[in-house]
């Protein structure tokens, strides 16, 4: 079956800190990788994706890139702000005679200052 | 991309009543999706709703307590039915758009 497993949280960390939150997917046929933002209180928006093999995706200093050999898609940022305390959510999507998207559990950050 | 609104934003209900949540869309789409997500939890898929056909509903879900209207290709309404606090969530409404989907705002709702 699909499946997304992200590291737990909660991840604390300080302003200017490297950050690193770690995704692994199951699938079948080849997923398309996705990492949605959810800050406090509001909606989800899409932060990053990456539709095939080694593309990486970025956008505002995150990135990620589509690991196939290992199932991977970790979300990085060299330096963070406070302004990126948000849940992070890894998903994928498959197209399999039904479109459907699997998301994680989520991962809640707080960046200090 | 897609521009997605939701009615009502945030509701408070009391147990045992219904609300029915709106989701409109700027652009026609085939693919309408409804997820709940509980409190500190991830989104759970509750149906996907084509135009012209009956929701298809996910494994826990059933039409009784969500029944979906999917009456044009920009609108769907969602219905929570005989309410308790257990559906406390947030209810949001998603389009598929090329290799990835848009989402609403959200209708948070709570319900004592």
């Known amino acids: 079956g699909n499946s997304v497993t992200q590291m737990e949280g909660p991840v604390t960390l300080s302003e200017e800190a490297f950050l690193t939150i770690n995704c692994t997917y199951t699938?079948?046929?080849?997923?398309?990788l996705f990492w949605y933002v959810q800050y406090p209180g509001e909606g989800l928006q899409l932060l990053l994706k990456?539709?095939?093999?080694?593309d990486k995706g970025s956008n505002k200093g995150f990135e990620a890139t589509y690991r196939k050999e290992t199932t991977s898609f970790h979300l990085e940022k060299g330096s963070v702000q406070v302004s990126d305390s948000a849940v992070y959510f890894c998903?994928?999507?498959?197209?399999?005679?039904?479109?459907?998207?699997?998301f994680g559990a989520g991962t809640r950050l707080f960046v200090k200052a | 991309s897609a521009v997605i609104s939701q009615k009502p934003s945030r509701d408070i209900c009391q147990r045992g009543t219904s609300l029915t949540i709106q989701c409109q869309v700027d652009?026609?789409?085939?693919?309408m999706f409804w997820y709940r997500q509980q409190p500190g939890q991830s989104l759970t898929l509750i149906a996907t709703?084509?135009?012209?056909?009956?929701?298809?509903?996910e494994s826990g879900f059933v039409i009784d307590k969500f029944p979906i209207s999917r009456p044009n290709l920009t609108f769907s309404t969602l219905t929570v039915s005989n309410m308790s606090p257990e559906d406390s969530s947030i209810y949001l409404c998603s389009v598929e758009g090329v290799n990835e989907q848009f989402f609403g705002p959200g209708t948070r709702l709570t319900v004592l």
């Open positions: 990456a539709t095939k093999a080694d």
């Open positions: 699938a079948t046929g080849y997923p398309s």
């Open positions: 998903a994928l999507t498959v197209n399999t005679g039904g479109f459907k998207t699997i």
């Open positions: 709703a084509n135009q012209g056909s009956e929701a298809t509903y």
């Open positions: 652009s026609q789409v085939t693919m």
